[in-house]
């Protein structure tokens, strides 16, 4: 079976690239798929794995292709010039060479190699989503496709709370890893909706991603996207305050009067049996002076994908106290940049760094600068995301997961390409300039000719 589900991924690719080439008008419904794959990959084993460790502690097991890759590849073979003056590029390929020297270092290579792998995936969706990013209508069916996947999990974890599930993680595995993905879909659609949008597939997105934040009872899930709404509202509102903003601010209130008790319910169970500040807590504090020490020792990393095998193997977890249990030695430092220093070193963290800044800057500037152009709306949705992601970063590992790396992509992909497409369409405004003044200067001289005669 798993050579039958390798032919089918791979059989894929032409289809797609097929589908996409014969009916152009159809795109749309790859764009949707763009935004609801990350969501439903997992549930319905739309990938492969060409080189499978499922045993493997890290966070990448394999070299894995899934539909959602095949897809993003097929786009970028039926665009035009994909990668031409691609913004942001940079700061991602930058990334990708600091682990591509953590392949260099490690002491197991091919673990390390499969994060880099991982990477080229993501990157491809956000090159797959950044070519048509900028073009009218596009993003609005990506976020459809969005709006379906929060949908999905939002029932999911209804489902799994209605059956005695404290914290509920949907389709992802972890409540965590769930609620740092749904940050790029709150954010982003919320930005839609501030801008008139008015797409009720739209609302129900939104309204999901919040109550399925709230069923999994995340602290920081919760506490970050939080921020991230308040920043939102607050940026959107500077950006370019209308009675419309206003109204949905005022429907946002009452939507908080639904999730917020939601919420305080979840807290209220999963901390009825031990005080809040408790065990793990205590543990984050061990996990940290583990990962310190592998990065003093290493300071050009020990590796991509190498933290929970270096820190048991070599000692730092018992030395820095993490509990003697499999839960606490089989996963990583709660903390996003140590996390990266002790794999990756300097050079990673820098590297990651500029990898959130970058796109946050950029897209807060474009949004700014250009307060009439629609699509500034949902670039200062995606850059809110991004921001609040990183962030959270401080106080959770989980974004090194390929399933939250393809949403940062998405919304990545979008600041990019209506970066870019600004930029076409100001080339293409100033050459039609020039083309009507040339053929008026042309049409005077004629009539000026025809007076002289």
Same mark, same amino acid.
Request: glycine share 10%.
């Given at each position: 079976?798993?050579?039958?589900?390798?032919?089918?991924?791979?059989?894929?690719?032409?289809?797609?690239?097929?589908?996409?080439?014969?009916? %152009?008008?159809?795109?749309?419904?790859?764009?949707?798929?763009?935004?609801?794959?990350?969501?439903?990959? &997992?549930?319905?084993?739309?990938?492969?794995?060409?080189?499978?460790?499922?045993?493997?502690?890290?966070?990448?097991?394999?070299?894995?292709? &899934?539909?959602?890759? =095949?897809?993003?590849?097929?786009?970028?073979?039926?665009?035009?010039?994909?990668?031409?003056?691609?913004?942001?590029?940079?700061?991602?390929l930058?990334?990708?060479?600091?682990v591509?020297?953590?392949?260099?270092?490690?002491?197991?290579?091919?673990?390390?190699?499969?994060?880099?792998?991982?990477?080229?995936?993501?990157?491809?969706?956000?090159?797959?989503?950044?070519?048509?990013?900028?073009? %009218?209508?596009?993003?609005?069916?990506?976020?459809?496709?969005? $709006?379906?996947?929060? =949908?999905?999990?939002?029932?999911?974890?209804?489902?799994?709370?209605?059956?005695?599930?404290?914290?509920? $993680?949907?389709?992802?595995?972890?409540?965590?890893?769930l609620?740092?993905?749904?940050?790029?879909?709150?954010?982003?659609l919320?930005?839609?909706?501030?801008?008139?949008?008015?797409?009720?597939?739209?609302?129900?997105?939104?309204?999901?991603?919040?109550?399925?934040?709230?069923?999994?009872?995340?602290?920081?899930?919760?506490?970050? /996207?939080?921020?991230?709404? $308040?920043?939102?509202?607050?940026?959107?509102?500077v950006?370019?305050p209308?009675?419309?903003?206003?109204?949905?601010?005022?429907?946002?209130? *009452?939507?908080?009067?639904?999730?917020?008790? +939601?919420g305080?319910?979840?807290?209220?169970e999963?901390?009825?049996?031990?005080?809040? @500040?408790?065990?793990?807590?205590?543990?984050?504090?061990?996990?940290?002076?583990?990962?310190?020490?592998?990065?003093?020792?290493h300071?050009?990393?020990? !590796?991509?994908?190498? @933290?929970?095998?270096?820190a048991?193997?070599? !000692?730092?977890?018992?030395?820095?106290?993490?509990?003697?249990?499999?839960? &606490?030695?089989?996963?990583?430092?709660?903390?996003?940049?140590?996390?990266?220093?002790?794999?990756?070193?300097? +050079?990673?963290?820098?590297?990651?760094?500029? *990898?959130? $800044?970058?796109?946050?800057?950029?897209?807060?500037?474009?949004?700014?600068? @250009?307060?009439?152009?629609?699509? !500034?709306?949902?670039?200062?949705?995606?850059?809110?995301?991004?921001?609040?992601?990183?962030?959270? !970063?401080?106080?959770?590992w989980?974004?090194?997961?390929?399933?939250?790396?393809? /949403?940062?992509?998405? &919304?990545?992909?979008?600041?990019?390409?209506?970066?870019?497409?600004?930029?076409?369409?100001?080339?293409?405004?100033?050459?039609?300039?020039?083309?009507?003044?040339?053929?008026?200067?042309?049409?005077?001289?004629?009539?000026?000719?025809?007076?002289?005669?």
């Open positions: 079976m798993r050579i039958v589900g390798i032919l089918l991924v791979l059989l894929s690719i032409p289809a797609f690239v097929a589908w996409l080439r014969s009916y %152009p008008r159809q795109r749309k419904w790859a764009y949707l798929c763009v935004g609801l794959l990350p969501f439903v990959v &997992s549930a319905l084993n739309l990938d492969a794995a060409l080189i499978n460790w499922a045993g493997w502690p890290g966070y990448a097991k394999g070299i894995v292709l &899934s539909l959602l890759d =095949t897809l993003a590849l097929a786009i970028l073979v039926t665009s035009a010039g994909p990668f031409r003056k691609l913004p942001l590029a940079g700061v991602f930058f990334y990708l060479f600091a591509l020297l953590s392949v260099a270092v490690s002491t197991l290579p091919m673990s390390s190699a499969f994060y880099l792998f991982q990477l080229v995936r993501v990157f491809l969706v956000f090159a797959a989503v950044a070519s048509f990013a900028g073009q %009218p209508g596009a993003v609005r069916w990506l976020c459809f496709g969005l $709006a379906l996947g929060a =949908t999905f999990q939002a029932v999911m974890t209804i489902d799994q709370r209605m059956s005695g599930a404290i914290q509920a $993680a949907g389709t992802m595995g972890h409540q965590n890893l609620g740092l993905m749904l940050h790029f879909v709150t954010l982003p919320l930005a839609l909706l501030l801008a008139g949008e008015r797409s009720k597939l739209i609302m129900m997105g939104v309204f999901a991603g919040l109550v399925a934040v709230a069923l999994g009872a995340s602290r920081g899930s919760i506490g970050f /996207v939080a921020i991230g709404l $308040a920043l939102l509202f607050l940026l959107s509102l950006r370019r209308t009675p419309h903003k206003w109204k949905i601010v005022g429907l946002a209130v *009452l939507v908080m009067a639904v999730v917020v008790p +939601i305080i319910s979840s807290f209220h999963r901390f009825a049996s031990r005080p809040i @500040y408790d065990g793990p807590d205590g543990e984050r504090l061990a996990f940290e002076r583990a990962a310190k020490a592998m990065w003093n020792d300071p050009m990393g020990v !590796g991509a994908n190498q @933290y929970v095998v270096t048991n193997a070599d !000692g730092y977890s018992e030395r820095a106290g993490v509990t003697w249990s499999y839960a &606490s030695r089989s996963t990583n430092v709660h903390n996003m940049y140590l996390l990266t220093g002790a794999e990756l070193g300097w +050079i990673g963290l820098a590297s990651l760094v500029l *990898l959130f $800044a970058w796109p946050v800057l950029r897209g807060l500037h474009f949004a700014f600068r @250009y307060r009439t152009d629609p699509r !500034g709306d949902v670039v200062l949705g995606a850059s809110v995301a991004i921001l609040v992601t990183a962030l959270h !970063g401080i106080v959770e989980i974004f090194v997961t390929g399933h939250a790396q393809y /949403v940062f992509a998405i &919304s990545m992909g979008i600041i990019a390409g209506s970066i870019r497409q600004h930029r076409r369409d100001t080339a293409a405004n100033a050459r039609a300039k020039r083309r009507r003044a040339v053929e008026a200067r042309k049409t005077l001289a004629g009539k000026a000719s025809v007076a002289r005669g």
